[in-house]
């Protein structure tokens, strides 16, 4: 999973997979509607869908400002 | 019974065979209260422990030893954490799992942890030289279903 990767590659990222199903609340906190969907620092980004690398990378840089 | 058939046994065993390099440990957090997910969860992890020796497994209580689940960052179970091992000193990537890796989520399990045995990301370098630059935490939550 990309986001593990990269929690692998830098010490400040860390990255958890969220069972939707499991943890509803946390779900309906983020409006998570389809999977697999990433949350950035608590709803200051989000990313729909699988996305390639650039992309994920993109939304963590916008969503830190 | 066990939950993984021999044939998916044979496989991962094989993959892990040719795959995991340096040792890997899973922090696995538990809980005495509900939990619907946790003891199938606690028994895969056994499971898919069993079929290398290069990986560990360390299961913890999420309310008695609040303090290590503190510092691992977790406060909901069944949660799942990837680290390596340097001498006595575990070391954590910050890659985790919250809820039970069954389905999809358990090829994400087991390339988890040929991931953390590898001590590399695989990322891209134009990515990894992004990433460099970071000077603030972040903190992503993938959500995923089992299908």
Do not use: W
Request: charged residues 25%.
């Amino acid at each position: 999973m990309l986001a593990h990767m990269m929690a692998m590659e830098s010490p400040l990222v860390e990255a958890e997979s969220v069972e939707a199903m499991e943890f509803p609340d946390l779900a309906d906190r983020f409006n998570v509607s389809g999977v697999p969907q990433t949350t950035i620092n608590d709803g200051a980004g989000t990313v729909v869908g699988a996305a390639p690398e650039d992309y994920l990378l993109n939304e963590i840089q916008r969503a830190l400002g | 019974m066990s939950i993984l058939n021999e044939s998916i046994r044979k496989q991962v065993r094989d993959l892990f065979d040719q795959q995991l390099k340096q040792p890997v440990g899973v922090l696995f957090f538990n809980t005495k209260n509900d939990c619907e997910t946790c003891s199938d969860t606690q028994q895969l992890l056994e499971e898919v422990i069993s079929l290398s020796d290069k990986l560990f497994l360390d299961v913890h209580d999420l309310e008695d030893e609040a303090e290590l689940a503190q510092k691992f960052h977790i406060d909901k179970v069944p949660g799942i954490i990837f680290v390596g091992k340097d001498g006595d000193q575990l070391i954590d990537y910050g890659i985790r799992m919250l809820g039970i890796p069954s389905g999809h989520e358990f090829s994400t399990l087991i390339h988890d942890l040929i991931l953390v045995s590898g001590r590399d990301s695989e990322l891209e370098q134009k990515t990894r030289d992004e990433l460099k630059k970071l000077t603030k935490p972040v903190h992503l939550q993938v959500f995923v279903t089992p299908t």
